[in-house]
Each structure stands twice: as structure tokens, then as C-alpha cells.
């Protein structure tokens, strides 16, 4: 007789990525990885959560986040004697389901139920977890009338002073709930009947990310032996996408094997292409054109910023990209390079700071070099937009970015890039010893964000921020000083 297993939300979420997710999760916990961006994530909902809650001064919240089966009776409780009352994280079960709801809160006849996210806006996945928990509620004979998301509100403006009021948006997900609560029994079923059969032998794909990193990718990409050195799905781009998913359906894995006939026309894939199956770089003369039309003496610019989902500082919007550090390389007619640089690790908003010291330091004239300049030109708009006394030199600034990687990307490629037109792949088959890689704690920009988090942490020592300084200083730097590199290497 099939065994029946304790599921929750998550359980069902994971099945509904991927069947084998969900199979490691219950009989395979101790391969589970959790990667130090997953955890990021889950920090930041945390602190979501709490705001959340904080609108209502009278709810009861649920503790014991592992003693469920205690959550469960504390539930009950709360219920029985205070039904006008909030209740938060209220755990409830219901045909071998345990779930736990964001917000529940008194309406006319019964509750209204919200789910918590800490995105910008209502997502698919939003819809399945308010359905999952829907279903249970409503089957364990909790009256919920209404469901909604609520999310963060992207054009909330942070006052300061920890006023919060507004940072929610609440996103109408009724209909769609609706259609897909019906959906939740069959779910249900399928998870069990894959829980009582041997793990599920699926292979590694878009899904393994979509719409979370999957904590077993390691253990997946481990049984499935090698990949191939030159996979085809490396061919970039929707039309990339496309023909890497006709070429594994007739049966090629590595680019190298793929005869040209097969490529199509597009001229940037038969490029990649080529350069993969003959192992030799292309370079268009072309590029010595375009970078020899910018002049000298140029600037290569590069910022560090980072977005709060939460706003820290006053002024300032939910994700706004603030920019906390740039690094700069001036190089002169005859190639001489000089370095200028900026970081702010007080943990004070840093835009002010920014601000004056480009206008310092970048001069009057000449090209400014950025890697993707559009970023480069919004962090420095709203620089101006905050600082409305420093616009005309900034807007000067912008005025002055050139960018490299669409020169990159015209007239470039070295198999080793793999399809990735990124700083971090193309510098290192121009200059393998400046490779992102030889760096140390800080490597790339996910890495410069949680240690600039932690550095501005009231609790790091001086000796620990000082530390995360120099990594962030060496980071920032290497990104200019690869771009000198590529430029030059452009240039013949
Ligand atoms: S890594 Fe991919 S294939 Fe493996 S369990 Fe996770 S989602 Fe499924």
C-alpha cells in the first residue's frame, strides 16, 4: 500500500518545478545546497515579513517554526479566542498538507488571506502558493473570503524616520486563484505517487532555475555525468535558444560537432560557431576603427551599487540601484594609466559622496568608457536627479559614455567566452591573468553587494570591514583595468 507523505507548501512548489526536487527534498535533505544568493533572498523576505505584520499592532503571530505540530494547536488556539484578531503565520492542515499564511486577517463572515513577497510584482508562482494555501484553509473549514498578494511597491519613496506606511502594494490575484485552486487535489496526488516511486531519473535544464535555484543542482549535474566541453545551449539569445533546443532534439550535445550547414544564416551564431569548432579567435579590424574614432585620453568607468528591497536610505525608492563605489582608469594618448577611485563603507547614504567625487575626478573632456553603459547612465541620472545642484556637470558625465560592450559583441569572440559577451568571460581570453577568477573574497557582482551588506553591518569589526574594503577596492578595480585590457587587445 502507497505510503502517505506530510507535505507543505514548499513540497508542493517544489513538485511543481520538478518532480525530482521534490523527491530529493523529502527522502534526500542532506543533499540539499543552499547558495549564499538563496539566503540572501531568504533574509530579505524575512525583514519583508516583519513590515508586513507591523501594519497590524493587535495580530497574534505563530511561532515555532520547526514544532509544527505545535504551530498547528497554537493556531487553533488563537483562532477559538481571539477571531477579531490578526494572525500571523497561522499554520493549518488539512488532507496531509501543512501550510502556513503571511496574513490572515477578520473580514465580514471569515478572513481575508495575504500572502508576502518581497518582489516588485505578482509573479506565476505567487498564484500557485496563494491557491495551495487557499485550498488548505478552505479545506480545513477555515472560511477564507478574499486572497490577495501583496508585494513591494516599486514608486514607494522612503521618508526616513522607519515610516513604512505605503511599501505594499497589494496585488488582485482572485481570478487566477480561482482557476488553479481546483488544480491543488491533483497536485497533491501526483506529489505522493512520485514520493512512492524510486527517485525520478529527469534531466538538468532552464527548469533547475525557473522560478527558483534549485538546492540539488550539484547532486543532478554529478549524476549526469560530464557536459560536454562546448554545450549547445551556449549559443546566445532567443534565436540561440531556439536552435540549441532543435540541436539536442536531433541528437548533438557539443557545438564542435554540429556541422555549419545547421547554424543558419545569422551571421553572430555562425561566428560562435565557427570560432568553437576551429579554436581560433575572431576579430574584426573593424573594432580598430570604432575604438581608434573615441580618442584619447579616455576614462573607464565602473560602479558598484546596490538596491534595497527594503529602503535604507531617505529619498530613496524600493530596488533603486545606489551607487556605493566606482572605480576609474584614465589612460593617456601614449597608454600611460592612471587610477582614481571611490567607496563608501559608512553605511550612510552614499549618493552625495558619489556624486562629487566623479565630477572631481573625471575631468571635462574625453570619452568615459563603460562595460553596458545604459547602466552606467541611469546610476549617474538619478545621481543628478537626487543632487539637483550637481546635474549640469553630471549630465555632462553621461554625455561623455561611450560603450564597449557592443563593440564586443560586433566584432569579437574566443570560444572560451562560451556565448557570454560578459567582462568576467571575455577578459580572461584577452588577459588570463587579470581573470576574475585569481581574485579573491569578492568576485563578482553578487559578491561586491553582500560585502558591502556586511561591511556596513553594525556588528563587523573594524578589522573585517577593513578586509571587505580591499576586496571591494580589488574588484572594482580589476573591472576598469579589464577593460583597458580589452580595448587594447581590440585594438590589435
Ligand atoms: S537540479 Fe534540476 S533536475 Fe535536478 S532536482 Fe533540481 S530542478 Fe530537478
Redesign the pocket.
Known sequence: MARRYFLSKSKLNAYR??A??LW?EVHRKDLIEISPATQRKFDVGHRVGELARAEYPDGVLIGHDSALAAALSETRAALAASPRRPVFEATVRHADVLVRADLLVPTAGGFHMAEVKSSGEVKPYHVTDVAIQAWVFRGAGIPVRSVEVRHIDGGFVYPGGGDYRGLFARGDVEADVARLEPEVPKWVREAQAILNRPEPD????A??DDPFE?P??R??ARLAGPAPAFPVTLLPGAQGGRLAEELIAAGFADLRDVPAARIGEDAKLRRIHEATVSGRAYLSPAAREVLAGWGAPRRYLDFETIGFTVPRWAGTRPFQQVPFQWSCHAEDAGGRLTHAEFLDLSGEDPSRACAESLVAALGQTGPIVAYSAAFESGVIQRLAERDPDLAPPLAAIRARLVDLLPVVRAHYYHRDMKGSYSIKDVLPTVAPELAHATLGEVQDGGGAQAAYVEAIAPETTDERRAELGRSLREYCARDTLGMVRVARALSG
Do not use: S, T, Y
Not at 529527469?202 to 535544464?205: D, F, I, N, S, V
Open positions: 518545478q520538478c525530482r526536487r530529493l529527469l534531466p538538468m535544464g527548469h533547475c534549485c540539488f543542482k547532486h543532478c
